[in-house]
């Protein structure tokens, strides 16, 4: 195990720093995937978070940690969507700040709910990595502090929390359903779930268009991949490769990382839908489209995590009418 591994103290530490800042979401039965199959299958409500997804755990956990001179400062970030809307969300309550750096891949919609906590918003590019040249711009020039998507230990501990949740809620888990992009969540949620139950499996999802973390532990290491649009937006960009934490962490941990096609994911989405009553995006959906898509065996209890809710409604108007691909209707 890497000495760079986040420990459970640290996520015990994490979950002290962000009481009263996000929302300990509940994890409910889903009767209709139990009875598929054939053993208890529990949903974790991540999207009911205060942002609409995980992330605000740690970007409230990295910003507890930043300096008051740091704070005067402002902070910034590359994000897909998520990392950005938490982070605007966090600097918003101590009157920090933000400067959310995106590609051009990110949907309009969470670039507007990023605008609409104040922060600045700058488009750069065609995939994460452009947008980080811009962070690392800021932090050069204008004296920011960076608080990284994933690859961050206040990052991946705040993000842990979640997994002190999972076993919290059920104790006697089996497997857990994880949507992997670039480790953050599946590093931290890992940890914790494998530090108080060891016999747990923790299984990544992720989509078949694009997935670094995948493509890296294939090549037993970080490698860069092109980006692609898919219903799955949340779960793309690159893992970095200066990777130094979530990579080591992911491969250490997690028992297997499965891909699915838009098709599943969409399934998973609708499936969500129609039959749990809950809107989620894509990202949030590929544990419930691995399950329906027969890809997973499990002896005992499943959670899977519904990561965040942020999809574009139009969007998921088209998917759940049976419309699965990207193009307008």
């Known amino acids: 195990m890497s000495d760079r591994t986040v420990t459970l103290a640290q996520i015990e530490d994490a979950r002290r720093a962000i009481a009263g800042r996000i929302v300990r979401t509940p994890t409910l039965l889903s009767p209709s995937l139990s009875e598929r199959m054939g053993v208890p299958v529990c949903l974790k409500l991540e999207h009911r978070q205060t942002t609409g997804s995980f992330k605000l755990r740690g970007a409230s956990n990295a910003m507890s940690r930043l300096s008051p001179e740091e704070k005067r400062r402002g902070v910034t970030a590359a994000s897909t969507g998520n990392h950005g809307r938490a982070l605007a969300y966090a600097a918003k309550l101590e009157g920090v700040r933000a400067v959310i750096c995106m590609s051009r891949l990110v949907p309009g919609n969470k670039v507007d709910e990023i605008r609409r906590l104040g922060a600045e918003i700058r488009i750069v590019g065609n995939s994460q990595d452009d947008a980080q040249e811009e962070v690392d711009r800021l932090i050069a020039e204008e004296g920011l502090a960076m608080v990284p998507p994933f690859d961050d230990p206040a990052i991946i501990a705040g993000q842990g929390t979640m997994g002190l949740e999972i076993v919290e809620d059920v104790p006697e888990v089996d497997t857990v359903l994880v949507p992997v992009s670039g480790g953050g969540l599946a590093a931290g949620v890992a940890a914790a779930v494998k530090a108080l139950r060891p016999q747990a499996k923790i299984i990544g999802v992720s989509m ?95 959670v899977t995590i519904l990561s965040g809710r942020n999809i574009d409604m139009t969007q998921h108007r088209r998917v759940v009418c049976g419309d699965k691909h990207m193009e307008e209707a």
């Open 208 to 302: 078949a268009a694009g997935a670094a973390m995948r493509a890296s532990l294939d090549a037993g290491r970080p490698v860069l991949v092109e980006e692609s649009e898919s219903l799955a937006d949340s779960l793309g960009g690159g893992i970095g490769l200066s990777n130094r934490h979530t990579f080591a962490m992911v491969r250490d941990l997690l028992d297997d990382v499965l891909l699915l096609s838009e098709d599943e994911i969409a399934a998973g989405i609708t499936h969500a839908y129609a039959m749990e009553r809950e809107i989620v995006e894509g990202a949030a959906a590929v544990g419930i489209g691995a399950l329906l898509a027969g890809r997973i065996r499990a002896s005992g209890p499943v």
